[in-house]
């Protein structure tokens, strides 16, 4: 007989005084005397209802600190993604922002740059340019400090910022200088708009817009094909002789004083961007001036 057989038959209570002698010898027979002896022994823990309704009620706030926990956690959390998630738009912004491009030029320098359209940008001495290459695609934009001629081959509107105005156009030849409370822009070839303090104003060739100390004044035609710094001279037609002054240290690594000279005079002519002592010829003469020069300092003298 089987050992299964065995231990359904004793559960049953119908072994033979035979069977039974054989199946007390087995392992089987002693194990299920442990589990009826324990069986036995067992006695359930007396049932306290207070005791257990109290434990239901520790439990229940040991559970509600848990989830008041858990939502500390959750909010910690969620503020570390709002920082992780700004620093990496500052980083993407400071990324593309990295990327805007900036040319300048030193003193009596000039320098031409070919923008992604094919456009061209030359610069005067001691001016600059910047611009993003990676949305010039969809906003051609430059921002201008100082001079500079533009040449824009045609397409979306193009824009130059400086910090007197905004010039707009979309396919044309023109030049722009800030300088120093002095703001002119000259359009050489096509139409351009000057966004200013007042309402816009249209430009057509050979028309200039001038501003001196952000005051709208009359602006002399314009008859050459480029401006006058384009042939290594600066051309002047009835400006402060301070701006001369200025621009004789913009192309010129020197630094001018005066005695007795009045700066707001107004001054019509032009001096060479590549000879110094004829420049100042040509600054003085005109005016009864002398100058004396130390080293890179140039003083004027009024008579």
Do not use: H
């Given at each position: 007989m089987k050992n299964q057989?065995?231990?359904?038959?004793?559960?049953?209570?119908?072994?033979?005084?035979?069977?039974?002698?054989?199946?007390?010898?087995?392992?089987?027979?002693?194990?299920?005397?442990?589990?009826?002896?324990?069986?036995?022994?067992?006695?359930p823990a007396p049932f306290n209802e207070d005791a257990a309704y109290e434990n239901l009620k520790a439990r229940r706030e040991k559970v509600a600190r848990v989830v008041q926990l858990n939502w500390s956690v959750v909010m910690?959390?969620?503020?570390?993604?709002?920082?992780?998630i700004g620093s990496y738009l500052y980083l993407s912004t400071s990324y593309f922002a990295a990327k805007e491009e900036l040319y300048q030029t030193g003193i009596g320098q000039t320098r031409e740059i070919a923008l992604p359209d094919k456009s061209v940008v030359t610069l005067n001495a001691m001016s600059s340019i910047s611009f993003s290459r990676n949305t010039w695609n969809a906003e051609r934009k430059i921002t201008l400090e100082g001079e500079a001629f533009f040449a824009v081959v045609k397409g979306g509107s193009f824009q130059v910022s400086t910090e007197a105005g905004v010039v707009t156009?979309?396919?044309?030849?023109?030049?722009?200088?800030?300088?120093?409370?002095?703001?002119?822009?000259?359009?050489?070839?096509?139409r351009v708009q000057v966004a200013v303090a007042g309402d816009p104003v249209q430009l057509t060739a050979q028309q200039s817009y001038r501003e001196i100390e952000k005051i709208a004044t009359d602006a002399p035609v314009e008859l050459t094909e480029t401006p006058s710094w384009f042939r290594n001279e600066s051309s002047f037609q009835r400006v402060p002789f301070r701006e001369?002054?200025?621009?004789?240290?913009?192309?010129?690594?020197?630094?001018?004083?005066?005695?007795?000279?009045?700066?707001?005079?107004?001054?019509?002519?032009?001096?060479?961007?590549?000879?110094?002592?004829?420049a100042l010829q040509s600054v003085t003469v005109p005016f009864g001036l002398s100058y004396k020069a130390n080293g890179k300092e140039i003083v004027f003298h009024g008579d």
């Open positions: 057989d065995y231990i359904e038959k004793w559960l049953a209570g119908t072994l033979n005084e035979e069977e039974k002698s054989l199946f007390e010898k087995t392992d089987e027979f002693k194990s299920l005397q442990r589990m009826d002896r324990a069986l036995l022994l067992f006695k910690k959390i969620a503020a570390v993604l709002v920082v992780a156009v979309l396919g044309t030849q023109f030049n722009v200088k800030d300088r120093d409370g002095f703001y002119e822009v000259t359009c050489y070839e096509g001369v002054l200025n621009e004789l240290e913009r192309q010129y690594d020197v630094r001018i004083k005066t005695l007795d000279v009045d700066v707001t005079q107004s001054f019509t002519g032009k001096f060479p961007n590549t000879d110094l002592t004829t």
